[in-house]
């Protein structure tokens, strides 16, 4: 095997290049991982315009980025070795949180909380190259039936499993998702699944919405251009409408906005359950009308990335329980990675997910 490879190196803001560099070496604890599959992120998009901060010492790169990715494995350290758990050749999706299993947290199953994490594309080389180092506990087989576009769903699944988790949906029930992403057009799909009775998708993007409705949405608005079919201009009243004044009973908000969030304070009901999924801003406050969310019985929830939830995201997607292959976009090969964050951040040609081929 070549001991270099292709790969995209983040500094800092705006400043990422496609370099080749060393493949990594193989201690006994990790996986030598060939990547086919990698999706860009949101977190990726803020990482690269410099908005949010590396895992690293110094906040900074330089750092190979990409979090969402499958593969085929190459090369496997003695631990995973003497247990049988990988070959050369297996297909796998990568877990990019990799817990301690030491600490207080992993060992009360807060995996997600762990103090210890090693996280590829964050704290370490990621994706965003043609090899990637992972440790064995952070890999996932991949179905045989589940091609590597799909599995490379999972990361962000993963986090929707946890949160509809939080969201303790029952049957019949009027959800309210707001954010037409990828994750969105996903929990769309999962709330469907999981029984709910109608949901509403609100978003600012019609095309976003229109995808939703074809992924089970019954009822989708617009709540910023005037000009859409689909706008309106007070969101509570049209809840209210279609619930016969109950208001809707779950919503979560897989967007970062805060007015979404406090619009999802507004038009839940009675004893309604509000999941914040979003990541905000280091600076962001959000305002609860306490009177009314006290009196309602309410409560606000947050969901942060996706303990003990990897095997029921897998087992979705092998199912066809979520329709994952739709929302990829484009694909583009790595020598592209950042023309492809830009576009989406300038949302040219009406993105929703595009993934990256080494």
Known sequence: MAEKMKAQVFYEAEKMELEEIPIPKVTDVDVLVRVKNCGICGSDISYYYGLSPLGTPTGKGPLVLGHEFTGEVVEVGAVAKSMNLFKPGDRVVVNPVQNCNACYACAAGRTNLCANLYVPGVTANGGFAEYCISRYTGLFKLPDNVSYAAGAFTEPLACAVYGMKKLALEPGQFVAIFGPGPIGLMMVQMAKAMGAGKVALIGTRDYRLEDGKKMGADYIFNTKDEKSPYYVKNLKEAIADLTHG????????????????????????????????????????????????????????FSWLAPLSWPTAIRMISEGLVNLEGLVSSTVPLADTTKAIRMLRERANDPIKVQVTP
């Open 246 to 301: 109950a208001l809707a009973d779950r919503a979560i908000v897989p967007t970062s906005s805060n007015e979404a969030f406090e619009q999802a304070l507004d038009i839940t009901g009675n004893a309604a359950i509000v999941v914040h999924f979003g990541l905000p801003n280091t600076d962001d406050v959000i305002h609860v009308p306490a009177l009314a969310t006290h009196t309602m019985d309410k409560e606000i929830r």
